[in-house]
């Protein structure tokens, strides 16, 4: 059974930093690319950011650029979100995914609050 646990949301302020993990567990992790996507209120569910697995690239959305940083740590099946430089309008539900060629996976979500 793959299980993708997210932590190390909450509440920051304006201009804060957090950084948010995501385990994986029942699949081989070095086989999928991970990302992180989020969902502000009101909003649809958008993504973030992605690290590719066949050759470590790693992409963002443009409103993260340079702010947020996509790592991964095979060993601990484990891929991070540094999110530094916080803004109101980072505030969602920031949800892991994993994805290979053949099915995906998300995690349940973990929420991020930036308030001023």
């Known amino acids: 059974q793959v299980q993708l646990v997210e932590s190390g949301g909450g509440l920051v302020q304006t201009g804060g930093s957090l950084r948010l993990s995501c385990t994986a567990s029942g699949l081989t992790f070095n086989q999928y690319t991970m990302a992180w996507f989020r969902q502000g209120p009101g909003k649809e569910r958008e993504f973030v950011a992605s690290h590719v697995h066949k050759d470590g690239s790693t992409y963002y959305a443009d409103s993260v650029k340079g702010r947020f940083t996509i790592s991964r740590d095979i060993a601990k099946n484990t891929v991070y979100l540094q999110m530094n430089n916080l803004r109101l309008e980072d505030t969602a539900v920031y949800y892991c995914?994993?994805?290979?060629?053949?099915?995906?996976?998300w995690g349940q979500g973990t929420q991020v609050t930036v308030s001023s």
């Open positions: 995914n994993a994805i290979s060629d053949y099915d995906t996976f």
